[in-house]
């Protein structure tokens, strides 16, 4: 069964730490994101990587980075972490950039508060 | 105005109804059309995928897309309790843009 893991289910931090959420899938899939979900927002794109190295801002990139050094893994940055970054966090990944009837294939999520 | 309108919910219904889940967008351009469902605690999975216009028919689950109207809709025949869950729908022409999310629950 295909997979996309994300390291944390829950995590707590503190305002101003430096927070790290790790992707990893097994797909082999060249195209990776991370989402946060917040409710009636529902789900907004703050980055994506079509390959290895390469990153792409999505809709709300401020105060995130990411880093993908090896295919398989993708891992999102709050650079200083702050209340308002208190969301669920999903990983996600996809053969091809569009929709095309592969679609996305999601990670568990990370539910993220910063206190 | 959003480029995918959803109502979120929530939605509670009779176990054996019929569910009816709507979105609204506002590009044309879109092509491809998803049903996710989430359960509580998960990420979304892919339920259904339609190609342009017209149905698709999966088991209890039916997809409709009218691009005249930019709307689309997902149907639930004989609902579960086990299809309790948030279903969102999401469309796309390079990258996904995704609804809300409507809330359901299905009650035995």
């Known amino acids: 069964d295909v997979k996309v893991t994300q390291s944390s289910r829950y995590l707590v931090k503190r305002t101003g730490e430096k927070v790290f959420l790790e992707c990893v899938q097994d797909?082999?899939?060249?195209?990776m994101f991370w989402y946060r979900q917040d409710p009636g927002l529902g789900l907004r794109l703050i980055y994506f990587s079509y390959d290895v190295k390469m990153k792409e801002k999505g809709d709300i990139p401020e105060g995130y980075s990411v880093s993908r050094e090896k295919k398989e893994r993708f891992s999102l940055i709050l650079e200083s972490a702050s209340t308002n970054q208190t969301s669920m966090y999903l990983c996600a990944s996809s053969l091809i950039t569009g929709g095309e009837g592969y679609g996305y294939t999601f990670g568990s999520g990370t539910r993220l508060t910063v206190v | 105005q959003k480029e995918v309108e959803q109502d979120p919910g929530p939605l509670s219904v009779p176990e054996g109804a019929i569910v009816s889940l709507n979105c609204t967008y506002s590009?044309?351009?879109?092509?491809?059309f998803m049903w996710y469902r989430q359960y509580s605690r998960k990420g979304p999975e892919l339920l259904m995928y339609t190609y342009s216009s017209g149905n698709k028919e999966d088991g209890r689950f039916t997809a409709q897309v009218d691009k005249s109207s930019k709307y689309i809709s997902l149907f639930i025949r004989d609902s579960q309790p086990s299809d309790s869950a948030t279903y969102l729908c999401a469309m796309s022409i390079n990258d996904m843009r995704f609804g809300a999310g409507t809330r359901l629950t299905v009650k035995p």
């Open positions: 797909m082999d899939h060249e195209n």
């Open positions: 590009n044309s351009a879109f092509q491809y």
